[in-house]
């Protein structure tokens, strides 16, 4: 009976259908707990941070990574998820952090005394919080900013050198082209 092309060539491909969805089906993750998810970036205001510590305000972006927790069901739900080329890797996240901001949250007695420690404190309190996760002790420092790197490195005499050799060079610039007009 299955000796006719088209209905053979049918059967075959629900069949490897079906063995497709069976294999991905181990590994699916629950839709529904996507609106849960801890957010890839989240950054506190920077400018309400620098007006309010003022002289003594620190921002940090800092990157941490999850930790593994089999027995958290998000967590699968995130690792299946972030495993897809496809998708953003919601296993590592980035956070803007007002640093005294964080001194004023966490417990200072269990944070720790250095500035990373208290950072990875005050993100792992707010995901637990959230989302019942806990990011890993390597969290890294991409760049703090304060008061004494917050500005441009030059003054306003380069600016104003820079601006009159711009000028310069757009006014050759203007001369080369009248005079290959002119030509």
Not at 79 to 90: L, N, V
């Amino acid at each position: 009976m299955l000796r006719h092309g088209p209905l053979r060539m049918l059967v075959v491909l629900i069949s490897i259908s079906l063995t497709v969805v069976v294999v991905e089906g181990s590994r699916s993750y629950d839709l529904e707990t996507h609106g849960q998810f801890p957010t890839l970036f989240e950054y506190e205001d920077f400018e309400s941070c620098r007006k309010t510590y003022r002289e003594q305000y620190v921002y940090c972006i800092v990157r941490a990574r999850i930790i593994p927790d089999d027995d958290s069901q998000l967590w699968r739900n995130v690792s299946i998820f972030s495993e897809d080329s496809f998708h953003y890797d919601h296993r590592v996240l980035e956070r803007g952090v007002c640093v005294q901001n964080c001194y004023v949250r966490v417990d200072k007695a269990a944070a720790g005394n250095n500035q990373l420690s208290q950072l990875r404190a005050c993100i792992n309190q707010r995901l637990q919080e959230n989302s019942d996760l806990q990011i890993d002790p390597n969290v890294q420092i991409y760049h703090c900013y304060n008061k004494a790197n917050d500005s441009p490195p030059y003054g306003n005499f380069s600016v104003i050198i820079s601006s009159r050799k711009r000028l310069n060079i757009n006014f050759n610039a203007l001369l080369a082209q009248l005079g290959d007009f002119y030509e």
